[in-house]
């Protein structure tokens, strides 16, 4: 008699463990991949730069919305950037590969 409800505690406490786990797995919300985001943020800036909506960016279109962004970032309205106004900026330096340098 004491072996079975040994094994019926066992079994209860198996059963709670692997509710818990699933409840902890299931609260944790899933991370995009970098691929959606990535493609997000590219629908997004055609919104934003895309004035003329063709669904394409002139050089015209880039060069008014980084002017934009320039004045937006010089916060003392000197006509440079200094180190305190590009911290502010979200744009990130992508190293060139080896490969690529040269080319």
Known sequence: MRGKQL???????TVVLAVA?????AA??????KNSLAQQNVREL???MDTD?????SKQEWMKFMDM????LDKDKKGELDQNE????????KRARPSAVGK
């Open 7 to 13: 094994l019926v505690v066992l079994f209860i406490a």
């Open 21 to 25: 786990m699933f409840a902890q797995k």
């Open 28 to 33: 944790v919300p899933k991370q995009p991949d």
């Open 46 to 48: 055609l919104l934003l």
């Open 53 to 57: 909506k063709n669904g394409k960016i």
């Open 69 to 72: 962004e320039f004045d937006t």
């Open 86 to 93: 590009l911290l502010q900026s979200t744009v990130t330096v």
